[in-house]
């Protein structure tokens, strides 16, 4: 349904969503790729301007999906964005065998087409998956909108 | 991808002909040793010319100091006003705001912060971490569409500051 090298991928709405409440994190900030670790509850922050796909990613331990999910953030302020082939193959290669699901973080009221290269990406790294596999379930793509209030919060009185 | 340029043979080196002789010897920073870390590090961090990388590769406490210097003397106004009329105001430094063509129109200059770190000392030393400042300057730069990329900044470096204050499991 959503396949092709450039799958638009916007059908995320109220009803095809999911909650998920952040706990307390620590910040992890690198430069080196090679020093990338993989602790619970601590948000991964490339500092590397050119670094593909995410702004930050952070491990945390759902008890619905039985173990852990690698939440990979996106900040933008654009209305269309390209997920980079070369940034899912990254952070796949970081970690193996972790379910990983990319949020797209925008103001509230952008309308938001995600360009996900599913085709690249299952060639080029789940060949072993069968092919027919639907691609959200490999890698589930949400959008999260965040109001004004909520990014500057006004003061309390 | 920065790319460092080496001087190239002198000419009486290279045989007649050589197609060595038309191009320019070069090589990407493939940090490959801790140096080209370090370059790599002042890049990311400052996103600092290359005159100012090779200059102050090792002397980047200088380099610092130079940028808390130009911070200092900014106001949230006058970071309004210098981003908003890239081509009125021109006595603004590299070190903290990059001026480059606009990608629309390549000759009306379009201006930014220059790097996330610079913009992290502004919000400290110029906006002093206050939410109304940081939305005052995220408000003023949604006007215009040729600064959408420092209000992309401020959108990301805000909505990050953020995860670490979630809740208790």
């Known amino acids: 349904m959503r396949r092709g090298v450039n799958t638009i991928y916007n059908k995320h709405t109220t009803t095809n969503s999911a909650h998920v409440i952040l706990p307390k994190l620590k910040e992890f900030l690198f430069t080196n790729e090679t020093e990338i670790p993989l602790e619970v509850r601590t948000y991964c922050h490339p500092q590397n301007t050119n670094f593909p796909l995410v702004n930050l990613w952070v491990p945390i331990e759902l008890p619905s999906q039985n173990g852990f999910v690698l939440f990979l953030f996106q900040i933008t302020l654009a209305k269309k964005h390209d997920a980079k082939n070369s940034g899912l193959v990254k952070v796949d290669r970081y970690y193996k065998g972790i379910q990983k699901c990319l949020v797209v973080i925008t103001p509230m009221g952008v309308q938001l087409t995600i360009h996900v290269p599913w085709d690249d990406y299952l060639n080029t790294n789940l060949k072993s998956q069968p092919q027919k596999k639907d691609p959200d379930s490999i890698f589930p793509v949400f959008h999260h909108q965040i109001s004004d209030d909520d990014l500057f919060p006004p003061p309390s009185v | 991808m920065v790319v460092l340029l080496r001087s190239s043979p002198s000419v009486s080196q290279l045989a007649p002909g050589s197609p060595q002789d038309l191009h320019f010897y070069s090589c990407d920073l493939i940090q490959r040793d801790e140096s080209e870390n370090w370059l790599w590090h002042m890049h990311d961090k400052y996103s600092a010319p290359l005159r100012s990388l090779f200059l102050f590769a090792r002397t980047q406490n200088k380099y610092n100091e130079f940028i808390n210097a130009e911070v200092d003397k900014l106001s949230l106004e006058r970071l309004i006003n210098i981003l908003r009329y890239a081509s009125e105001s021109t006595d603004t430094s590299h ?24 913009l992290e000392k502004i919000c400290k030393v110029v906006l002093k971490d206050r939410v109304e400042k940081l939305r005052q300057l995220y408000d003023s730069l949604q006007d215009e569409p040729a600064m959408s990329t420092t209000a992309g900044m401020v959108f990301e470096f805000w909505v990050i500051s953020a995860p670490s204050g979630g809740e208790d499991p």
Do not use: F
């Open chain 2, 95 to 118: 070190l903290v705001i990059s001026t480059e063509p606009s990608p629309t129109d390549r000759t009306s200059p379009e201006r930014s912060i220059i790097s996330k770190y610079v």
